[in-house]
């Protein structure tokens, strides 16, 4: 008769937490018990490589799957080393103890041999799912077979059983159904066949099933059903191959079916990385954005295997947030894993993998901007914002990564020969834009608008562009924030076409403006004051030609910067204010009539101060503080 053993004061609480806690999803106990068969088929394999007794060689080894419905009970079978009544003791009588990593130690296993329960004491995930569960095992070399029965609550009990064949069998008499959970849905063939994909695919040895086929007959209108004993994983993962025997068409037909994505990668990334990391990565570039990635709802992070054996469906801390577009998959055998194996521990080596695929990812774009400048521009067209707002969000440390990756519209115009059709302009990169700046300028020059035909509109345009400096278009309410935290590019600072120091003009210039001020400077001082605090001041520019009017600004806030915090529904209370000043174009026949207003009518004079300030507020894209005031005013001008 079979004795009742309780399992120890500390291992029952683990296991209730094991049980109740530690696991996110029910599903992951069918991982854990194939984990474990795939361990116990490879101690016999290695077995078998010295000891030619064993009589088995890699293709006749195999896990199982049995289900019975009536009996409400799923089997997982393997033919592997078996385990002892000690064993099963030590191995099942003691929660968290693990006999592979002893083995692997003992034995003097090198790093080619895997054992995946090394990390793992998954078998107890069962009682999640089963209400009793059955282990039958007998050990390789022992003519001995033993049975291990156990609720989970009461204890265990280990007595001598038949059972022909060396390897294990655990059984599982699933849980009721409830209201809350239909345990019975792991009965179904395609439930099993779905999680042995998801999770085991790529266990080295056939996991098999019977499954159930309808075949239709053009000879009968009757459905002919037959079962067949298949194969549900595919045993070799596409990272584990030679590169060299796989074609684009290979790597393209596993990303499609892997990543539900039926759009063909723009390119794909294949690594094998030995070393203080050692891991296989396969990374995939996609050439359309899923269609709720700028969402807060989109999760990033590569898939994370252990050995074949999938951990993470997301593991977000293998890319930064400006890469969160990359799919893909890493698996390694160096990762330290919790207990349920579904989350790492935040160590060196992840950090590492994580640096090195950054790095990759960044080449690989490298390389397509630098060979196939079409491909490229195609990608930045999709995912070029995710570029400014990681450096905007990681305030400037991601620039490091993407700086030269990034692209702008701008007023640069390619040359064209004598008869060719002028070319359109594209995109230009920072560093394309450095290498063409002219010896005396000392800034990278940019101006935000809706669009380029609305920037090359703005007053300031005219004159910048007729100095002969390019100009990038920031057409992006992001473009700015992420130039601003980038602060510099080859030791060059950005300048809006804005700012109140645009410093453009020639040292004549500089000494016309400022003796024509010094005569205006009362007249300035007034015109200020009638705006009522509206501006810093008003002053004149030299960044003006044919245009009366302008503002700028000073200051970490830029005039485009105020149009889009304020736009955000979380500042409508507390708005956001750029420093202005109001400038004037001295050259302009309206300055002359401003002169004259303040020798003779200064009330008109204040009129005219916020005619002018509501204009510049148009031109710039932001709303007339006072529409009716500017309205009555027109109409006054009119009359």
């Not at 080619?112 to 569960?133: C, L, N, P, R």
């Not at 562009?465 to 990038?472: I, W």
């Amino acid at each position: 008769m079979a004795e009742t053993k309780q399992f120890k004061a500390e291992s029952k609480r683990l296991l209730d937490m094991m049980i109740n806690s530690i696991y996110t999803h029910k599903e992951i106990f069918l991982r854990e018990i194939i984990s474990n068969a795939s361990d116990a088929i490879d101690k016999l394999y290695f077995k078998s490589l010295t000891d030619t007794s064993v009589g088995l060689n890699k293709d006749d080894f195999a896990i199982n799957i049995i289900v019975d419905k009536d009996a409400r009970t799923l089997t997982v079978s393997d033919n592997g080393i078996g385990m002892t009544a000690e064993e099963l003791e030590n191995n099942l009588g003691t929660i968290a103890s693990s006999g592979s990593l002893a083995f692997k130690t003992d034995n003097e296993l090198g790093e080619d041999v895997d054992i995946i329960g090394q990390f793992g004491v998954g078998f107890y995930s069962t009682f999640m799912v089963a209400k009793e569960v059955t282990v039958l095992t007998r050990a390789y070399g022992s003519d001995k077979a033993y049975k291990w029965v156990s609720d989970g609550v009461e204890g265990y009990t280990i007595e001598e059983c038949d059972k022909e064949t060396v390897g294990t069998d655990v059984i599982l008499s699933l849980k009721d159904d409830t209201d809350d959970e239909k345990y019975g849905k792991y009965l179904e063939q395609y439930q099993i066949q779905s999680l042995v994909k998801k999770y085991s695919d790529y266990i080295r040895f056939p996991i098999k099933m019977d499954v159930e086929h309808t075949n239709y007959s053009e000879d009968s209108d009757e459905p002919e059903k037959t079962v067949t004993n298949d194969i549900l994983n595919s045993m070799t993962p596409i990272w584990k191959k030679n590169k060299a025997e796989l074609t684009d068409e290979d790597y393209n037909n596993f990303y499609t079916e892997k990543f539900m994505d039926y759009t063909p990668p723009l390119t794909h990334i294949h690594s094998k990385t030995e070393g203080t990391a050692t891991y296989d990565a396969l990374l995939y570039i996609p050439s359309r954005a899923p269609f709720d990635y700028y969402s807060k709802d989109y999760e990033k992070g590569l898939q994370l295997y252990s050995s074949g054996v999938m951990i993470m469906e997301k593991c977000a801390d293998l890319l930064p947030d400006h890469f969160s577009f990359v799919k893909g998959l890493v698996d390694s055998e160096d990762l330290s894993l919790n207990i349920s194996r579904e989350m790492l521990q935040h160590d060196r080596q992840l950090k590492i993998i994580a640096k090195n695929i950054e790095k990759s990812i960044k080449n690989e774009l490298t390389k397509m901007l630098k060979n196939d400048r079409e491909k490229y521009e195609k990608f930045f067209d999709v995912f070029g914002l995710q570029f400014k707002f990681g450096i905007y969000q990681s305030y400037g440390t991601a620039a490091d990564s993407v700086k030269d990756l990034l692209m702008f519209a701008s007023s640069f115009k390619p040359e064209t020969k004598e008869g060719e059709e002028a070319k359109p302009a594209g995109k230009v990169t920072l560093a394309e834009y450095v290498d063409r700046m002219k010896e005396d300028q000392k800034y990278i020059y940019y101006a935000c608008g809706e669009s380029a035909a609305k920037i090359e509109l703005l007053p300031a345009f005219e004159k910048v562009r007729d100095k002969g400096y390019e100009v990038l278009y920031f057409t992006q309410d992001v473009d700015e924030f992420a130039i601003k935290a980038m602060m510099t590019y080859k030791e060059k600072q950005f300048k809006s076409i804005t700012d109140s120091d645009l410093d453009i003009e020639s040292e004549e210039e500089k000494e016309e403006t400022k003796k024509t001020a010094e005569e205006s400077k009362d007249m300035l001082t007034f015109m200020k004051d009638a705006l009522d605090g509206k501006v810093k001041e008003v002053r004149l520019s030299t960044r003006l030609k044919s245009h009366p009017v302008c503002l700028s600004s000073e200051g970490q806030v830029s005039i485009e910067m105020e149009k889009v915090l304020n736009s955000m529904p979380q500042n409508e209370k507390n708005r956001v204010t750029a420093q202005k000043s109001l400038e004037l174009n001295a050259s302009h026949p309206v300055f002359a009539k401003l002169r004259e207003l303040y020798d003779t009518d200064k009330d008109k004079l204040a009129e005219y101060a916020k005619l002018l300030y509501s204009q510049a507020l148009l031109i710039e894209g932001l709303s007339v503080e006072n529409p009716v005031e500017f309205a009555d005013l027109i109409c006054k001008l009119m009359v």
